[in-house]
């Protein structure tokens, strides 16, 4: 039994719905459980969407008209009859976000994100579903909200892994026998019905739950690379592919940023020892990266790059010692407003940490801490991750101004001024 999972680039337009379809006819039609992501940007549409609903601003409707006029556009070069029920299905999908922005909103703003922007998985996966049956690839669509059970804890769900693999074992097995599977990547359910969302590019964590829990043979993602670079090719030039990663170097790469895999993906592979194999979706015959239990060698530096950052420093306002009373004060801070620490430092009088800037985070965050530490911050940096790194690496991609730094035995982390 395999998983496959096809990210936006895949199915961004017709030619790479079709150019999937012709992925699937390699392969026996059953036993093939497909995780899909949203087309194409229709993420990033969707939330912005959802901001100009919330702050109801002018442009929801116009928004929307062209996330509605991007899918319909696609629907219209794979289908050659204006009548398919695919027409009225979609429609119908697009009615459950008019329902929402219809009125002002009352709710969360993460919670009325996750209603809106989880309509692009649903989208793509009826749209990929009723394209491989009008060609001839018996397939079946699955609600993945009615297998992924989660917590409530809107934008960054957290899995119920019992109810979750119990739900997908009741019936997904039998499903697989003659015919290929379509689901959602990146969405869940909450006990009360209502749907949540894994993270950004959760998609890939999506097939790896599904892959766990149907014990599979392996996971295939499929990319618009060649497999697992040392480097993201769209910063870099001399990008070297690897054949071969072992679990915990892939933790570690996506642990650090690596955005080729979604960080949640490995760890439930490993643990059934699944192989995840990272694939082309244009060449899919070349081999792309294997990632398994292996002892594999790194001879090249790995360097990850997380821009948006913010660097805060803390320091008590009595000029006082840093204790680890204050770290359990700060560290619980971030625990309550969900922020995940990227680097950090803490010196005789000082704690500094760098994370993703997410405005509504970043102020909670200010606000947990500004009556007891003096709070200063800087904006607009960057974050780079050197594993396995010498001098002449570190050299050769640090440069400027350097905020934080942080050295290891095996990995170099710097935060810097995004140019």
Not at 244 to 262: F, N
Not at 290 to 316: C, D, G, H, R, Y
Request: contains cysteine; glycine residues 4%.
């Amino acid at each position: 039994m395999q998983v496959y999972k096809f990210g936006g680039a895949s199915v961004k337009d017709a030619e790479g719905i079709k150019n999937l379809a012709a992925i699937v006819k390699m392969v026996p039609q059953n036993n093939l459980l497909i995780v899909i992501s949203a087309m194409g940007k229709t993420t990033n549409a969707l939330e912005k969407l959802t901001n100009s609903y919330f702050n109801q601003l002018e442009d929801t409707h116009e928004i929307f008209e062209e996330v509605k006029n991007y899918h319909f556009a696609i629907l219209h070069q794979l289908f050659n009859d204006d009548k398919h029920p695919v027409f009225d299905e979609i429609a119908n999908t697009f009615v459950e976000i008019d329902w929402i922005i219809e009125d002002e909103p009352v709710d969360p703003f993460d919670f009325i994100y996750d209603q809106i922007v989880s309509m692009g998985e649903i989208v793509a996966t009826r749209i990929v579903s009723h394209y491989l049956n009008f060609i001839g690839i018996k397939t079946q669509w699955l609600d993945a909200r009615s297998y992924i059970q989660t917590n409530n804890t809107y934008r960054e769900a957290k899995i119920d892994w019992v109810k979750t693999e119990d739900l997908i074992l009741k019936n997904i097995p039998k499903i697989l026998e003659n015919q290929v599977a379509i689901t959602q990547g990146f969405i869940g359910n909450t006990s009360e019905n209502f749907t949540t969302t894994l993270g950004r590019e959760g998609s890939d964590f999506t097939a790896a739950i599904f892959a766990s829990c149907l014990n599979a043979t392996d996971v295939t993602v499929w990319k618009d690379v060649p497999g697992i670079l040392n480097a993201d090719p769209k910063l870099f030039e001399d990008c070297v592919k690897f054949d071969e990663l072992s679990y915990q170097e892939a933790i570690e790469m996506t642990y650090y940023g690596a955005t080729v895999i979604h960080p949640k993906t490995i760890k439930p592979l490993q643990n059934k020892r699944i192989p995840l194999y990272v694939k082309p979706f244009l060449s899919p015959k070349e081999k792309g990266t294997v990632i398994k239990e292996a002892q594999v060698q790194i001879s090249i530096p790995i360097i990850i790059v997380k821009k948006n950052q913010v660097l805060v420093t803390l320091n008590t306002r009595d000029l006082s010692f840093i204790t680890e009373n204050h770290l359990r004060d700060i560290f619980k801070a971030f625990a309550d407003v969900n922020i995940k620490v990227n680097t950090l430092q803490i010196s005789a009088l000082s704690f500094s940490a760098s994370f993703d800037f997410r405005e509504d985070k970043f102020e909670a965050f200010k606000k947990l801490m500004e009556n007891d530490f003096s709070f200063k911050f800087n904006a607009n940096l960057k974050l780079i991750t050197i594993r396995h790194a010498d001098e002449k690496s570190i050299q050769k991609y640090i440069n400027g101004d350097v905020y934080l730094e942080q050295r290891s035995r095996n990995t170099a982390q710097f935060v810097l001024k995004d140019e």
